[in-house]
C-alpha cells in the first residue's frame, strides 16, 4: 500500500509539463486510489463488508499485513503501463485478482447509495478526473486516458 504513494508520485511527476498543478495532483490521487483498490480488491481480495468490519475495529492494517502473508495472495502483483505524450495521457493498470463487477458498482453510484460515502470514492473520483474510464470484461485491468489540450 506505501508503495501506491510513491509510484503515483513518480508517475505524476511526469506530466507536469502538460497540466496544472490541480490537475496533476487530481490524477496522481486517481492514480493512488486505482492502485490501492488492485491491492486490496484485486489482489487481496478484500471485500467490501470485511474492509468496512476492520475500519470499524481499528484493526485494518493488521488485517491487511495478514491477508499479505496468506500463501494465496503473497505472490501477485500489480502492473502499471503508460503512454504520456503531447496529445494523451493513458494508464493500463492490471491486478492478479478475480475482478470485480464494475457495471454494477458504476450503476449503484447512480442511486442513494450511502455505503459509498464510506468506499469507493477514489473510482468516482477517476470517473470524473479522466476522459475515458474503461475495465475489461473480467474487472481486474483499468485503461484510464485523459486528452491532452495543447498549450
Known amino acids: 500500500i506505501a508503495h501506491a504513494e510513491i509510484l503515483s508520485q513518480k508517475l505524476s ?5 502538460y497540466f ?13 486510489e486505482i492502485l490501492i483498490n488492485a491491492i486490496e480488491h484485486g489482489n487481496l481480495e478484500i471485500s467490501f ?16 499485513l495478514a491477508r499479505q502473508k496468506d500463501l494465496k495472495y503473497a505472490g ?7 503512454l504520456i505524450n503531447k496529445k494523451i495521457l493513458m494508464f493500463r493498470i492490471t ?3 478475480p475482478g470485480f463487477d464494475h457495471k454494477k458498482f458504476f450503476a449503484q453510484t447512480t442511486t442513494s447509495n450511502t ?10 473520483m477517476t470517473r470524473n ?3 475515458t474510464v ?16 495543447h498549450v
Not at 49 to 63: C, G, V
Not at 76 to 82: A, E, M, N, P, T
Open 13 to 17: 511527476e511526469r506530466i507536469t509539463r
Open 20 to 32: 496544472n498543478t490541480s490537475t496533476v495532483n487530481t490524477v496522481r490521487i486517481c492514480i493512488r
Open 49 to 64: 463488508h470485511e474492509k468496512t468490519d476492520a475500519i470499524e475495529n481499528n484493526d485494518y492494517m493488521e488485517f491487511l
Open 76 to 82: 501477485r502483483s500489480v502492473k502499471i503501463d503508460y
Open 95 to 97: 491486478d492478479d485478482g
Open 115 to 124: 455505503s459509498m460515502l464510506e468506499h469507493g470514492r477514489g473510482l468516482i
Open 129 to 131: 478526473a479522466f476522459d
Open 134 to 149: 474503461v475495465f475489461n470484461d473480467k474487472g481486474n485491468q483499468v485503461i484510464l486516458t485523459k486528452h491532452i489540450a
